[in-house]
């Protein structure tokens, strides 16, 4: 039987993670070939071809190394790989997946990992993930699926996934539909499949727009809001109160950001929508919208953070953009799935 071929790619993160002398904190120091050296079952498995393309925590990722990586990806796909692992820190995970999601205009599967626990520690995860993770990119039943995360045997849609947790071997959840599947003696079950959207542009030459990520708070005066607006941010999404709350004050603000820009506002909560048509008060969903700003629907805000930057960096029209947000927001499972 012929292997399958696999990339495997790395941006540093935990799984990367050793420590210099006794008593420093761990640092990315590890090559994706390091991190391969301890599963020898994998190139039985699979032929391998590897890159490491960053050592850095996921939180200096910026939005070129995940395009950077993208790129890698793509090439090693259209060379024949028959899927690509991208190792990285879990911090960012939850917005570098989706940023790929979005872009991701290959049958293969990409499929993203990282670890919690640094390969020094007792029961370090990382190979267990990484495993996990060739499994699910060379399944023939991952095809079609766009970027998945794979963590903890859990396989994640990137449009979903989100660290819920600080330090838990289980902190990715996909609140509150859930995962798409499992991984367990090296086969993989799909319990739901979600529909694709077409890819998003992408970014135009030297596009790199600034959208601020605000969350409200008790006693929120929409000061800061007016800084940022002032500031000339291209856009703006506030994570805000239950489903989709601001304070009156913040209120009055928004009806002057959505003239400096788009304005989303989604759920601080971690799980579930905003909704458009409950709340009638000055701040709740209703006013929101009637003053213009846009509903994150299911995204939470970090995800319609990252969904706005797309669109604002490959150009996109106001119209358009609240055409896309309102279809990505509307339906969690894909096009055609509600
Ligand atoms: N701080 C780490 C990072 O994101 C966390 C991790 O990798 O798990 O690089």
Redesign the pocket.
Known sequence: MTKPCLAVGSL????TMTRDADGQGVAPSLTVDDLLAVLPELADAADLQTRTLATV???SLSFSDVFAAMDWARGVIDDGADGAVLVQ????LEETSYLLDLHWDREQPLVLT???RSPRQAGADGPANILAAATVATSPSSRGLGVLVTINDEIHAARRVRKSDSVAQDAFTSAPFGPLGRVHESKVTYANRPGRWATLRRPAPGQVPQVALLETGLGDDGALLQTVCDAGYDGVVLSAFGAGHVSAATAEVVSAAVKHGPVIFASRTGSGPVLSRTYGFPGSEEDLLARGALSAGWLDARKARILLWSLLAAGSPVDQIREVVDAHGGHPGGPDQN
């Open positions: 540093g993160g935990t799984i925590p996921g939180a820190g879990t911090d960012t990282g670890a919690m």
